[in-house]
């Protein structure tokens, strides 16, 4: 399965940043929130929500300095 081919996603990989690594970072965004408000504020979400932000703010700063 391509995932150019989902409806949202394929919208996002055509018109977006033509990086797949932000792009799916950005993609990940709305999921990573979903899963804190589902299963509450616990370790496992904080952990998420923190390694997802520091990924995030990673691959900038490493697009910026590159």
């Not at 989902?6 to 690594?21: E, H, K, L, M, Y």
């Amino acid at each position: 399965m391509n995932p150019e081919n989902v409806p949202f996603v394929g919208a996002v990989f055509r018109f977006g940043a033509r990086d797949r690594v932000l792009d799916s970072i950005l993609l990940l965004g709305p999921v990573v929130i979903l899963a804190f408000v589902i299963l509450g504020r616990n370790i496992l979400t904080k952990t998420v929500t923190g390694l997802y932000i520091l990924s995030f703010a990673g691959y900038v700063l490493y697009k910026g300095i590159r």
